[in-house]
């Protein structure tokens, strides 16, 4: 048996998210579909985390085991052959046998793209989200800041679809870095985690736009994550502007 880690990168504009679902095209479902089709073998591929419907990723990292003797070189053009465009096997690897894509991870970093321009060309709309009204961008990177640190993100956490009932549930994590920086016409955060609860990052981003239409104080951002409570945070926002970056293991 072999353990095997892919970079994977794909377009989430067409995916119903990461996870397979009865009746819906997924990520993992059409890696799985691909896998099968060049050993043979029903495998479910694990990635380092789940992302929604519509969110992409630069390098997602996939694990899953096969008995294939196919060389990891070779993985790489015969999965490309088989899945669609929008998915791209970056890279194999043999892993340790207990290696895991997601329990293994130590840290990621999430990137969420805002067009400021006031016309947003069509070959961007679907990779960012278009927001040319007045923002404080200042007063939107000093409220970034306030995150940093270990924090309940209860606030910040949509309510998890695969959380078992009465399952013990631990919304603390430590945020690294989160910044907003200018390039060009967008506006870009940048956010790196030791984990994310589900929709986190676009309900931070939701957040910080509140900041800068300055409907909220950027003081306030304490006042939120103290509250635990997700109807004091800002409204969640598209997933199209948001990126898994990088996964550091």
């Known amino acids: 048996m072999r353990n095997l880690k892919l970079i994977l990168s794909y377009d989430g504009s067409d995916f119903s998210g990461w996870q397979v679902q009865p009746h819906a095209v997924t990520v993992q479902g059409t890696l799985a579909s691909a896998i099968g089709r060049i050993t043979g073998e029903k495998v479910l591929p694990q990635g380092s985390g789940r992302t929604d419907a519509g969110v992409h990723a630069l390098a997602q990292v996939v694990t899953f085991v096969t008995e294939s003797a196919v060389p990891t070189a070779n993985f790489v053009k015969a999965l490309n052959d088989v899945l669609p465009p929008s998915v791209r096997v970056l890279e194999v690897q043999e892993a340790a046998a207990d290696f895991h ?74 945020i690294l870095s989160s910044t907003w920086e200018r390039q060009g016409e967008e506006f870009v955060y940048t956010v790196r985690g030791s984990g994310f609860l589900h929709h986190m990052v676009r309900n931070l981003v939701g957040t910080f736009i509140l900041v800068g239409k300055e409907t909220l104080p950027v003081e306030d951002l304490t006042r939120i994550l103290q509250a635990c409570n997700r109807s004091a945070a800002g409204a969640t926002a598209p997933a199209g502007g948001l990126y898994l970056v990088n996964v550091e293991y």
């Not at 961008?137 to 679809?161: I, K, N, Q």
Request: charged share 25%.
């Open 101 to 174: 894509a997601r329990h293994s991870a130590r840290a990621k970093t999430y990137r969420y793209r805002i067009c400021r321009a006031a016309i947003c060309t069509p070959f961007l709309a679907r990779y960012v989200w278009h927001y040319p009204y007045p923002l404080d961008e200042y007063a939107m990177a000093r409220a970034a800041a306030l995150v940093e640190g270990e924090h309940d993100f209860t606030s910040f956490a949509a309510v998890d679809p695969e959380q078992r009932e009465g399952a013990p549930v631990s919304n603390l994590r430590r």
